[in-house]
């Protein structure tokens, strides 16, 4: 009862960053939705019931991207964004983080940005970077990468890069929301906090950081979506015109 108390008051801080921050709990209507468990697993001869493929073609559809790489890499970093945000701002406003236990943690595939995501349990964890780690890169980020990995052509240093890019950002974000409202001492704990999981080995030498900016060493194939251009930490400062195996790796 303490630690689903601790959880509901560490998730009700994340409230008035709104967006990609904000985490459902139990008692939503999640449980006809998969786990991300269920997502991350390989897909059966049904390819209409796999949650994953169902999520790239909605992102596909909304881009007018005809290449479902290019969509499967920003649905990529779509779910990231979400998962860093959560973890690193409970970490940064509470030194707390839930446990996103990827068996516990529902998702919407046909839901709009951000993803939509319910968590049916409660655990507090360390605040620290090594269970941020765990409970996000681990956890989630290497599973849903494998997972993309199986169904689209896309090269481990794209995903690396997106996963260190969505962590930055949420990094960024809190460090911006923290300084408007005098909160010095959280946003020296999110750029902290952000710095030392950038430098765990499965993100390691995916970009660099200086501050809250961080420009990555891969591109997210945003570009050749139409009219997209370029993001702002992109490794390319104007989209190229080579070959997509140049904007890959």
């Known amino acids: 009862m303490v630690l689903l108390l601790l959880v509901d008051l560490d998730l009700a801080a994340l409230h008035p960053l709104g967006g990609f921050f904000v985490l459902r709990t139990a008692g939503e209507p999640h449980l006809h939705l998969p786990t991300l468990t269920r997502v991350y697993e390989a897909p059966g001869p049904d390819v209409h019931a796999d949650a994953l ?9 909304a881009l007018r991207t005809a290449e479902p790489r ?3 890499s920003v649905a990529h970093q779509g779910l990231a964004a979400r998962l860093w945000s959560v973890a690193l701002g409970c970490a940064a406003l509470t030194g707390r983080v839930p446990d996103l236990d990827a068996r516990l943690l529902h998702w919407d595939p046909d839901g709009s940005a951000p993803d939509d995501l319910w968590l049916a349990g409660a655990r507090a964890l360390p605040g620290d970077a090594a269970t941020l780690a765990g409970t996000v890169l681990l956890g989630h980020l290497e599973p849903l990468a494998a997972a993309l990995r199986a169904r689209h052509r896309l090269a481990p240093g794209l995903l690396r890069g997106n996963a260190a890019s969505a962590l930055a950002g949420a990094a960024r974000q809190l460090d911006g929301w923290a300084r408007r409202h005098g909160r010095t001492d959280t946003a020296a704990r999110a750029r902290s906090l952000a710095a030392d999981v950038l430098s ?8 660099s950081l200086t501050g809250t900016a961080f420009r990555r060493r891969s591109c997210c194939l945003y570009y050749r979506v139409p009219a997209g251009g370029v993001c702002g930490d992109c490794c390319f400062p104007g989209p190229p015109r080579s070959s997509p195996r140049a904007t890959s790796g």
Request: hydrophobic residues 60%.
């Open 70 to 72: 290019v969509a499967a």
């Open 53 to 61: 493929t169902a999520r790239v073609r909605r992102v596909a559809a």
């Open 200 to 207: 765990h080995p499965l993100l390691a030498g995916a970009g």
